[in-house]
């Protein structure tokens, strides 16, 4: 299996601060990486996926970038609805799996 | 508009068995691979299972692979997760999402998911 580890666990930033998640993978994932927000008590929102294309309708301030074993997930200014957790997943080979998940919580 | 629908979680003992349903809704069923995620109370995401658009392939993870079976009645529109010899560490919010398409390509991830029933395995 591909082991996803994120970094931090943990993020605490304000309003209009620039965020970047990173998100590691055991081995090579491509570029076959998806990230989801989710929210306290709702269902995951799709927000990138092929590690850098914006899924529809998620606001141009979340980028995604990186291939193989590197990549990360960026908020060019952070919202007052991005506090969430957010997960990548690399979807290369199956079984999929899930990295542990970032808390976005507020400064 | 894709709607998906899960049903059958219950609390159930150790060692039992559990069939979860997803109703799909909104899209041609059996034109998408679809998938499980579960989600123990407080953590992460967990993905559990996979299944083509046909029912010819599935996949699933090293923690259920032997006890769970996913299938798929495409006519029914109708997704299924067959569980057995149910563990504690099974309880869960199990979620069905369908597999990301584009233009007719399959890309990966998953797009649209359900609200998730609650499996709780209690003794």
């Known amino acids: 299996d591909i082991q996803m580890t994120q970094s931090p666990s943990t993020l605490s930033a304000s309003v209009g601060d620039r965020v970047t998640i990173t998100c590691r993978a055991s081995?090579?994932?491509?570029?076959?990486v998806a990230w989801y927000q989710q929210k306290p008590g709702k269902v995951p929102k799709f927000l990138i996926y092929?590690?850098?294309s914006l899924q529809s309708g998620v606001p141009s301030r979340f980028s995604g970038s990186g291939s193989g074993t590197e990549f990360s997930l960026t908020i060019s200014s952070l919202q007052p609805d991005d506090f969430a957790t957010y997960y990548c997943?690399?979807?290369?080979?199956?079984?999929?799996?899930f990295g542990q998940g970032t808390k976005v919580e507020m400064k | 508009e894709v709607q998906l629908l899960e049903s059958g979680g219950a609390l159930v003992q150790p060692g039992g068995s559990l069939r979860l349903s997803c109703a799909a809704s909104?899209?041609?069923?059996?034109?998408?691979?679809m998938t499980w995620v579960r989600q123990a109370p407080g953590k992460g995401l967990e993905w559990v299972s996979g299944?083509?658009?046909?029912?010819?392939?599935?996949y699933y993870a090293e923690s259920v692979e032997g006890r769970f079976t996913v299938s798929r009645d495409n006519p029914q529109n109708t997704l299924y997760l067959h569980m057995s010899s149910l563990r504690v560490e099974d309880t869960a919010v199990y979620y069905c999402?369908?597999?990301?398409?584009?233009?007719?390509?399959?890309?990966?991830?998953?797009?649209?998911w359900g609200q998730g029933t609650l499996v709780t395995v209690s003794s």
């Open positions: 999402a369908k597999v990301f398409t584009s233009g007719g390509v399959i890309v990966g991830g998953t797009d649209s």
């Open positions: 909104g899209f041609t069923f059996s034109n998408y691979g």
């Open positions: 299944i083509s658009g046909r029912g010819a392939a599935t």
């Open positions: 081995r090579n994932a491509n570029t076959w």
């Open positions: 092929k590690a850098s």
């Open positions: 997943q690399q979807y290369n080979v199956y079984p999929w799996t």
